[in-house]
């Protein structure tokens, strides 16, 4: 499905299916050199893949502690990240040129961008100093990561972006060390009993894509 808001250069993907993680891998590639050489539109490409580990730049052997699945070296940073079913992912694609050359103002605003629509749906959470991603309050009261951030920039262009926890199997966590961080857990929506389909998890974060953007000091408006 694709959308594209009135006057705006960002081009709106949500995949219903699983893409397989090296099929995306080698599109957002291709994707990113063309926005860099000018060829092709910004893009928001929401999606999910079948179960894969996926390893950053930073990723230490020692946090693999069970490769049931397909391990992929993702060439983003940070460390080991899971990706399946029930996790909605966010790759965003955008030209940091034309929107302030300020990656760690990306990186803020991208966080804020989640974290703003999941208390859309009643959910606060949090960024928290030294550690990456998007935090919560378990069922147990403990905090515990509910959203991933992993990005890369190559000329300026960005590439890979974001997950959040709808209803995968949190179980499937346990095969790694997530972000390298053993202290804390990981929880979804669903454990904290909120049922959500992805549609509705998309359209209310694109309803807050206009915001996102305004916040790297683009003109475009609100997703309608």
Not at 7 to 31: F, N, T
């Amino acid at each position: 499905m694709f959308s594209q808001a009135p006057g705006c250069s960002v081009e709106y993907r949500r995949e219903q299916g699983q893409i397989p993680y090296r099929e995306a891998l080698a599109a957002m590639d291709a994707r990113n050199r063309a926005i860099g050489e000018g060829a092709a539109q910004e893009l928001v490409w929401l999606l999910e893949h079948p179960p894969v580990y996926t390893a950053g730049t930073s990723a230490a052997a020692a946090e693999m502690l069970d490769p049931r699945f397909e391990v992929v070296e993702a060439g983003r940073g940070g460390r080991y990240t899971y990706h399946g079913p029930g996790q909605r992912i966010g790759y965003v694609l955008l030209n940091l040129t034309k929107r302030g050359r300020d990656i760690r103002r990306f990186v803020h605003s991208l966080e804020g961008w989640v974290i703003d629509t999941l208390g859309d749906f009643g959910v606060e959470s949090w960024r928290a100093d030294g550690r990456i991603g998007i935090w919560t309050s378990d069922i147990d009261g403990r905090e515990a990561k509910i959203g991933a951030i992993g990005v890369r920039v190559r000329r300026w262009v960005t590439m890979h972006g974001f997950s959040v926890n709808l209803s995968p199997d949190l179980s499937h966590f346990a095969g790694i060390v997530p972000c390298g961080i053993a202290e804390y857990g990981v929880t979804s929506l669903e454990r904290l009993g909120i049922t959500l389909a992805s549609e509705t998890w998309d359209e209310a974060l694109l309803a807050r894509a206009g915001g996102f953007l305004a916040a790297l000091e683009n003109s475009c408006g609100e997703m309608t």
